[in-house]
């Protein structure tokens, strides 16, 4: 018969490794209160609990800056997969009381990088929740969300409407095939464009005509998908974020000594109907999916 008896592993305080990761990306204990509403004291006590707790020192306090020792370098390995195990475990059971539909969006740049992990979270949580699904140029899920065709939609761009909510920015690049250059000195450069409307068509013009590069346009496509082939056949160089790109195409602004680009903003759209339990659902997943690839707004 198995024994009864209770094991002698400490039990980890979640909140206690919630302030350890705050502590870690804020970079210091002053930044870190202010994240988290609380005194520095009070995260001081935190810390020491949690030390306690492990019978080990998490920070090196021989000098002024903060410092982690191997054991706190380990612990915050640990204190990340733990409370991303917190939120799925919270997540998957709240999910399986949640049903009905959400129609969403997402741009054709998340196609092959956000979507399927949001897509592959959201079904492991809510599995009651059937999930219409469009992938579309920014301008077109904008206009099918107003439409109220869809519910909620992930998009690239600037500036925000009324019914979306800016939660971080995006590098835009110059792309292009890695063996891609311009003929001849003084040449045009020759542009891979989507067709008008295309915020990325306008940055790019308008970052070229102030350097005054020249320019010429070698190739237009209503889709994606037609730009990147242009691009991998070397007929020119397109202008996107370069969340992930074709096998075979590259980052070519600075080797090509084009001038800098904008970032772009992303952002969750909604139509203006009442929000209901699956749509909150879904925001709040996209929300936490994006959060580790966006640049914070300031």
């Not at 997540?91 to 959400?102: D, F, M, W, Y």
């Amino acid at each position: 018969m198995r024994g009864t008896h209770m094991s002698s592993t400490p039990l980890l305080d979640l909140s206690l490794l919630q302030t350890l990761m705050a502590i870690q990306q804020a970079g210091t204990l002053a930044r870190a209160a202010d994240k988290v509403g609380r005194t520095q004291s009070a995260l001081s006590l935190q810390m020491q609990r949690l030390e306690q707790t492990l019978g080990v020192e998490l920070f090196d306090r021989s000098g002024r800056a903060l410092a982690f020792t191997d054991a706190g370098e380990a612990m915050l390995q640990y204190a990340n997969r733990l409370l991303d195990l917190n939120r799925e475990a919270v997540n998957s059971v709240r999910g399986r009381r949640v049903a009905g539909l959400v129609r969403v969006g997402m741009s054709v740049d998340f196609e092959h990088t956000w979507l399927p992990q949001a897509m592959a979270r959201f079904s492991k949580s809510h599995p009651k929740i059937v999930v219409e699904l469009r992938v579309d140029r920014n301008s077109s899920l904008e206009q099918a969300v107003g439409r109220k065709e869809l519910d909620i939609a992930l998009v690239l761009g600037e500036p925000a409407p009324a019914n979306a909510a800016l939660i971080g920015t995006v590098p835009m690049a110059w792309i292009a095939h890695h063996d891609f250059e311009v003929e001849g000195a003084g040449a045009d450069l020759p542009l891979l464009l989507l067709e008008k409307p295309c915020m990325f068509r306008t940055a790019a013009l308008q970052a070229l005509d102030a350097a005054g590069t020249p320019w010429r346009l070698a190739a237009s496509s209503p889709s994606l998908g037609g730009i990147w082939a242009t691009a991998l056949a070397g007929m020119g160089v397109t202008a996107r974020s370069a969340l992930v790109l074709p096998p075979g195409l590259s980052d070519a602004g600075t080797r090509l000594g084009l001038p800098a680009l904008p970032r772009v903003g992303v952002r969750i759209v909604e139509s203006d109907g009442r929000a209901g339990a699956p749509r909150v659902t879904l925001r709040r997943v996209l929300r936490e999916l994006v959060q580790d690839f966006v640049a914070p707004l300031a």
